[in-house]
């Protein structure tokens, strides 16, 4: 089967169509090139992560949606404020706990 889609006019319900009478091998197909549209949008990769006080501190490495470069590992504080989550940025340290600290106070 032959898809063709042009971006800018992309059908999600041609596209479920489609999909619906395809074969084993070109479902793999489909599910590869998710998998790979998918990775290309993540912005945040964990490394680490603990709890702290009334929230978590994770060291998270950043990637630029438009470039895909990697930056970091950068430290945020992960939180609950008012029924919102929040987070704050701590930044590149070896003693998060420190650093968090310095910037609450």
């Not at 898809?3 to 319900?13: G, M, N, P, S, Y």
């Not at 990775?39 to 009334?54: A, D, I, K, N, P």
């Not at 590992?73 to 008012?82: A, D, G, K, S, V």
Request: hydrophobic share 30%.
């Amino acid at each position: 089967m032959c898809l063709h889609i042009e971006k800018r006019f992309l059908d999600v319900a041609a596209i479920i169509d489609a999909i619906s009478t395809m074969s084993g091998a070109e479902l793999e197909r489909v599910r590869e090139a998710v998998e790979r549209r998918r990775e290309t949008l993540v912005q945040s990769t964990v490394v680490e992560r603990r709890s702290y006080g009334s929230g978590i501190l994770q060291l998270e490495y950043r990637t630029n949606p438009t470039t895909g470069r990697q930056r970091g590992p950068y430290w945020y504080f992960h939180y609950r404020e008012e029924g919102r989550q929040r987070t704050l940025y701590v930044g590149k340290t070896d003693d998060p706990e420190a650093a968090l600290a310095e910037r609450l106070t």
